[in-house]
């Protein structure tokens, strides 16, 4: 079975980590859940650290600071009205995937919050990684009824891989 993610490591303490499992393995649940094959989809990822993610978030949302996690959708899914789901992607070829789009995650703010939080990296990092995969499919949290059901999503996916609700 081909890796659906894609990662690059940017920051060493990622790869110690165990980064591209732990994203495998919450990614291919996200799609899972939602009923959608891992087969025929691809994600990049990018493990770096707060210094980059912080260049990416201004780049891109204009936001001069580091943040958790950051990502870009390939196609907008978005659904029309607030609370729907997002229409399900179509899977390219299992010799030529379809890209869902990319995500960063950066070294810092996830240890940071972890430890803000009292659990353990891998619980937080799991999250956000189903929190980037929902926002590629086209899941956001803009408004009370999307936020509900991105929520709601990441509570069972996480419950799925035996973790507890980050809310």
Wanted: aromatic share 6%.
């Amino acid at each position: 079975m081909e890796p659906m993610v894609e990662t690059v490591i940017e920051d060493a303490r990622w790869s110690a980590f165990g980064l591209d499992r732990l994203a495998e393995r919450a990614a291919r649940a996200t799609l899972l859940h939602l009923g959608i094959g891992a087969e025929g989809f691809v994600v990049s990822l990018l493990g770096c650290d707060d210094s980059r993610i912080a260049v990416l978030n201004a780049d891109f949302r204009g936001k001069d600071r580091p943040t958790n996690v950051l990502s870009w959708p390939a196609w907008d899914m978005a659904p029309d009205a607030p609370g729907a789901e997002p229409e399900p992607p179509q899977p390219g070829d299992p010799d030529d995937p379809e890209s869902l789009g990319d995500i960063a995650i950066a070294w810092e703010t996830c240890a940071r919050e972890a430890a803000e939080q009292a659990k353990p990296m891998a619980d937080h990092v799991t999250h956000l990684i189903v929190h980037g995969t929902l926002h590629l499919l086209g899941y956001d949290h803009e408004d009370e009824a999307d936020a509900a059901l991105m929520e709601g999503h990441e509570v069972a996916i996480l419950a799925s891989l035996g973790l507890s609700d980050p809310y």
